[in-house]
Antibody, heavy 120, light 112 residues
C-alpha cells in the first residue's frame, strides 16, 4: 500500500534553512507528482509546490519562489523540500502528498507531517 | 488565484441528523476537458487531512456512503446523511483545476 513517511520535528533560528524529507513506499516516486502543503496552527492548508512525475519539472506558489526547492532522489524513493530564509511565519506543519490516480485532482495519500518551529 | 469560500464556519449537529457544508469558488472549476477538480477532505486533530470525495462526487475508497458530494461550476456541497461521532473534525474543500491549488478556510463539525 502507498505510504509517505516524513522526517521528524525541526527547530531553526530565523534566517536559517531546512530540508524536509518524504520517503515513499508501495510505489515508485517518479511515477506520480509529489506536492508539499503546509498548515500553520489553526489555519487551513496552503499548497506550496510540486515536482512532476517523470521529469523533474517543478511549480511553486509565487510567494515561495526563490525560497523553496522541491526535489527527489529516485534511488531512495524520497522527495525533499528545502526552505531558506526562515521566518517565524514559517512555523507550521509541513505535509507531502500524492494524488489518488493521475489527473484525479485530489490528494489521497499524505505524509504524517513534519513540525517546523522557527524561533530565536 | 481561485478563492474557495466555505460556509458555515462551524456546524453543530445532533448525532443521527444530516449535515451540509457549502463551498463556493471565485471562478468556475470546469477545465478545458470538462473535468472539475473539486475535492473534500476531513481533518481530525493532530492528523493529516483525509480524502473523502474527489471530482465533486466520487467517493474515495473506504469512505462511508453517508458522505456525498454534489455541485457544478462554482457551487459545491458536501452532505453527511446521518452524522456519527467519528465525523467530528474540520472539513476542507480543495480545488486543483488551476494552479495554485487552493483550499477553503474549513468548516468545523461538532456534536451538539
Amino acid at each position: 500500500q502507498v505510504q509517505l513517511v516524513q522526517s521528524g520535528t525541526e527547530v531553526r533560528k530565523p534566517g536559517a534553512s531546512v530540508r524536509l524529507s518524504c520517503k515513499a513506499s508501495g510505489y515508485t516516486i517518479t511515477t506520480y507528482p509529489i506536492h508539499w502543503v503546509r498548515q500553520a496552527p489553526g489555519q487551513s492548508p496552503e499548497w506550496m509546490g510540486r515536482i512532476n512525475a517523470g521529469t523533474t519539472n517543478t511549480k511553486y506558489l509565487p510567494k515561495f519562489q526563490g525560497r523553496v526547492t522541491i526535489s527527489r532522489e529516485a534511488s531512495t524513493n524520497t522527495a525533499y523540500m528545502d526552505l531558506t530564509g526562515l521566518q517565524s511565519e514559517d512555523t507550521a506543519v509541513y505535509f507531502c502528498a500524492r494524488g489518488y490516480i493521475m489527473n484525479s485532482g485530489a490528494f489521497a495519500y499524505w505524509g504524517q507531517g513534519t513540525l517546523l518551529i522557527v524561533s530565536s | 488565484d481561485i478563492v474557495m469560500t466555505q460556509t458555515p464556519f462551524s456546524s453543530p449537529v445532533t448525532l443521527g441528523q444530516p449535515a451540509s457544508i457549502s463551498c463556493r469558488s471565485s471562478q468556475s472549476l470546469v477545465d478545458s476537458d470538462g473535468d472539475t477538480s473539486l475535492s473534500w477532505l476531513q481533518q481530525r486533530p493532530g492528523q493529516p487531512p483525509r480524502l473523502l470525495m474527489y471530482k465533486v462526487s466520487k467517493r474515495f475508497s473506504g469512505v462511508p456512503d453517508r458522505f456525498s458530494g454534489s455541485g457544478a461550476g462554482t457551487d459545491f456541497t458536501l452532505k453527511i446523511s446521518r452524522v456519527e461521532a467519528e465525523d467530528v473534525g474540520v472539513y476542507f474543500c480543495m480545488q486543483a483545476t488551476q494552479f495554485p491549488i487552493t483550499f477553503g478556510q474549513g468548516t468545523r463539525l461538532e456534536i451538539k
